[in-house]
């Protein structure tokens, strides 16, 4: 009996922070940001990963509370440490901007959630990925390529224009510009000026 009124109270839990999390949202796209962020917080105390990311958007972009990145990041980081594939992302992207170079310990548990968040599909930790193992201190060729690529596949044109740059030179693949040529078109056919750029 204890153990069922133990499952009755978690679902009762999960149901209302989906339930805080859902009017968060109508509340946000309604215009009315101070409520949208009181019902993604209640919902982010109880632990919902959902919410947790929407207050730390809330803390990132200023709607309905005050412009925070340092709390934008501890709600990212509790949404994360929860598998939440776009908090892995933003994450990611604050510890790599807003850590000192010399802190090796963070810069590599921003690097396990950018690869986290890239395997779950997010387009945005494919493309950053790339271009960090491409441009780092140790260039990782391949391993870049193999991210540009999926972010490539999957219509972000500014990594179609890398993998044709990596073509181009040769990097993290054998030279090819005839291929490099054909990710130039696709990059430009897609809005790059980048790519046309290059095409010229």
Request: aromatic residues 12%; positive net charge; proline residues 2%.
């Amino acid at each position: 009996l204890e153990e069922a009124a133990f499952q009755l109270q978690q679902i009762f839990r999960i149901d209302i922070s989906i339930a805080l999390n859902i009017l968060g949202i109508e509340s946000m796209r309604a215009g009315h940001h101070g409520i949208a962020y009181t019902c993604f917080k209640l919902a982010a105390d109880r632990g919902y990963s959902k919410a947790q990311f929407n207050v730390g958007l809330c803390y990132e972009h200023g709607r309905g509370t005050e412009k925070d990145l340092e709390k934008a990041a501890f709600y990212y980081w509790h949404a994360a440490s929860s598998r939440h594939p776009m908090a892995q992302y933003r994450y990611a992207r604050y510890l790599l901007c807003h850590t000192p170079g010399n802190n090796w310990h963070r810069h590599q548990q921003a690097v396990t959630f950018l690869e986290q968040a890239a395997v779950a599909g997010i387009t945005e930790a494919q493309a950053y990925l790339g271009v960090f193992y491409l441009r780092g201190l140790q260039p990782k060729e391949e391993r870049g390529l193999k991210y540009l690529l999926l972010a490539a596949q999957s219509g972000d044109a500014q990594s179609r224009y890398h993998v044709g740059v990596c073509y181009e030179q040769g990097l993290g693949v054998q030279q090819n510009l005839a291929e490099a040529m054909r990710h130039y078109r696709q990059s430009a056919a897609a809005g790059n000026p980048s790519a046309r750029q290059r095409l010229r």
